[in-house]
């Protein structure tokens, strides 16, 4: 079974499965398997390379241990999960390139890594629950996130002939997205989050996708698309949250599986029926992630105090893109 990874249907399709799946053991067993999204973004990265997957359980533990070294005091509010992710980003990136240095992983692109902020993830999970309960789930929600996905793949396919790479056909020589040298601006992004939440105690949207955002801002319409889609998505948490008892990890998957299908359908209506844009510019999963990430916010912090160092946070990034890109 050959899987293009630069698809985006693929890899929305990976997503909604591996979240759901990391949701529902969360749930039964009361054990972290690692974050809800660490299964995902696992299945995502051994599909891609072996090696890479098995290095991002290996970084895990090691964020772990240096966090464990020289950060125990650092231990309330969000403050673990900044340092671990700034150790993370650059664990990542520095494993990233040796591997590339010394052809360990083919195609590796470090403009664009999986699973970059995977180890923070269950460096915490870690944490809270010790590496053999955190990695025997996290294992496990991976294998079945991972079965799942090929059944489902094959049934669509072979079955229902289905073509997940018609509307990557579609959108062949509009504006794609492009990220170049990217370790700076998620570096720059986590860090500002950091200085944001230490003075304010306030999160100012998901560092991780904020420089798809600082991107978007350079085309206005695809901007606004992504503004329209955000409205909606707030407006779906409002009414989970006036309507349901769905809260917190489970309110949150989702959130995210409501934006991967916005996303996949603006995509579709709009290619299918003419439009000379692509909306998410075919950004893999990052637009998902950002709506439910900036969504959630919004949802557990007041919005006029959240808006405000959201757009701090993103004008940084922003300026720093603009001078690099």
């Known amino acids: 079974m050959q899987i293009n990874l630069d698809n985006i249907e693929i890899l929305s399709l990976i997503l909604c499965i591996g979240v759901i799946t990391a949701t529902i053991i969360r749930r039964r067993t009361g054990i972290n398997p690692g974050g809800i999204i660490t299964s995902p973004f696992m299945v995502i990265s051994f599909i891609f390379s072996p090696l890479w997957g098995i290095t991002l359980l290996v970084l895990g533990y090691i964020v772990y241990k240096i966090y464990n070294r020289f950060f125990t005091q650092v231990y309330f509010g969000r403050y673990p999960m900044y340092i671990t992710g700034i150790l993370s980003i650059v664990l990542v990136y520095a494993t990233a390139l040796i591997y590339t240095k010394l052809n360990l992983v083919s195609q590796m692109n470090l403009n664009h890594?999986?699973?970059?902020?995977?180890?923070?993830?269950?460096?915490?999970?870690?944490?809270?629950?010790?590496?053999?309960k955190t990695y025997k789930y996290t294992v496990l929600s991976?294998?079945?996130?991972?079965?799942?996905?090929?059944?489902?793949?094959l049934a669509i396919t072979a079955i229902f002939?289905?073509?997940?790479?018609?509307?990557?056909?579609?959108?062949e020589g509009l504006q794609d997205f492009s990220l170049n040298n990217s370790?700076?601006?998620?570096?720059?992004?986590?860090?500002?989050s950091f200085v944001i939440y230490y003075f304010t105690k306030i999160k100012s949207g998901g560092y991780i996708v904020l420089p798809y955002l600082a991107v978007l801002a350079f085309y206005p319409k695809n901007l606004l698309i992504f503004a329209l889609s955000l409205?909606?998505?707030?407006?779906?948490?409002?009414?989970?949250?006036?309507?349901?008892?769905?809260?917190?990890i489970t309110r949150y998957t989702l959130v995210l599986c409501v934006a991967?299908?916005?996303?996949?359908?603006?995509?579709?209506?709009?290619?299918?029926?003419g439009f000379t844009i692509s909306p998410f510019m075919g950004a893999n999963i990052f637009p998902a992630l950002a709506l439910a990430a900036i969504a959630n916010d919004f949802a557990v912090?007041?919005?006029?105090?959240?808006?405000?160092?959201?757009?701090?946070?993103?004008?940084?990034?922003?300026?720093?893109y603009f001078f690099l890109r």
Do not use: C
């Open 113 to 132: 890594l999986y699973g970059l902020i995977v180890p923070a993830i269950i460096a915490m999970a870690i944490r809270k629950q010790g590496p053999e």
């Open 260 to 273: 991967i299908v916005l996303v996949g359908t603006i995509e579709t209506y709009l290619l299918r029926n």
């Open 231 to 248: 409205l909606f998505l707030i407006w779906i948490v409002k009414l989970l949250k006036h309507y349901t008892l769905v809260v917190g």
């Open 161 to 171: 002939k289905y073509d997940f790479y018609e509307i990557e056909g579609l959108r």
């Open 142 to 153: 991976t294998l079945i996130s991972g079965i799942i996905f090929s059944a489902v793949y």
């Open 301 to 320: 912090q007041k919005t006029r105090k959240t808006i405000p160092y959201l757009a701090l946070n993103l004008a940084v990034v922003g300026i720093v």
């Open 183 to 192: 370790f700076i601006l998620i570096l720059v992004s986590i860090l500002v």
